[in-house]
T-cell receptor, first 122, second 105 residues
Framework: EVQLLESGGGLVQPGGSLRLSCAAS????????MSWVRQAPGKGLEWVSS????????SYADSVKGRFTVSRDNSKNRLYLQMNSLRAEDAAIYYC???????????????WGQGTLATVSS | EIVLTQSPATLSLSPGERATLSCTAS??????LAWYQQKPGQAPRLLIY???NRATGIPARFSGSGSGTDFTLTISSLEPEDFAVYYC????????FGGGTKVEI
């Protein structure tokens, strides 16, 4: 059974940093692209970032480019999102999501974690 | 960036009725569109990918159609558990989602 479990969310002041983590199990982790998708309270879904299985390719939404860094440790089956220079508009539930295909790009997401909440407020 | 517009924003129906949800892309996405269902307090669930392929374990009452810029998700006969928010998503960079359609009782 595929499982994705996020952690690392919390309350941070504007300008601060958070590091999110996603522990994956139930599939061959290094064969799939992984992504982060966020959802502000009461709002829709926004793709944030993706990383290929071998970490050779990363991509970011313009709204986070230069501030967020996605990475993965295939030996630990973990996905990470380092979030720096946080703004109020970054406050959201952050979901870890698995790409549907064994391809470098995520395309679609067939499994999602339950999310971790990042709150940015002074 | 490809913008996806979903309509209507809210669909009020009764169990047993047919639901038709629309997603319009600002430019052609071919057949590369997915649909997700999200219930309150839960993560999204993939229903349909590549416009018309049902994901694993998705009931046959869910179907998708369309290509180019106009897509439809149809729920043939609403079950009580189908009342939720539905999102479309296209797969060109950057990946984008529509704003959602809430299907309410």
């Amino acid at each position: 059974e595929v499982q994705l479990l996020e952690s690392g969310g919390g309350l941070v002041q504007p300008g601060g940093s958070l590091r999110l983590s996603c522990a994956a199990s139930g599939f061959t982790f290094d064969r799939y692209a992984m992504s982060w998708v966020r959802q502000a309270p009461g709002k829709g879904l926004e793709w944030v970032s993706s990383i290929s299985g071998g970490s050779t390719t990363t991509s970011y939404a313009d709204s986070v480019k230069g501030r967020f860094t996605v990475s993965r440790d295939n030996s630990k089956n973990r996905l990470y999102l380092q979030m720096n220079s946080l703004r109020a508009e970054d406050a959201a539930i952050y979901y870890c999501a698995k790409g549907i295909y064994q391809l470098p790009k995520a395309y679609y997401f067939d499994y999602w974690g339950q999310g971790t909440l990042a709150t940015v407020s002074s | 960036e490809i913008v996806l517009t979903q309509s209507p924003a809210t669909l009020s129906l009764s169990p047993g009725e047919r639901a038709t949800l629309s997603c319009t892309a600002s430019q052609s996405v071919g057949s590369y569109l997915a649909w997700y269902q999200q219930k309150p307090g839960q993560a999204p669930r993939l229903l349909i990918y590549d416009a018309s392929n049902r994901a694993t374990g998705i009931p046959a009452r869910f179907s998708g159609s369309g290509s180019g810029t106009d897509f439809t998700l149809t729920i043939s006969s609403l079950e009580p558990e189908d009342f939720a928010v539905y999102y479309c998503q296209q797969r060109s960079d950057p990946l984008t989602f529509g704003g959602g359609t809430k299907v309410e009782i």
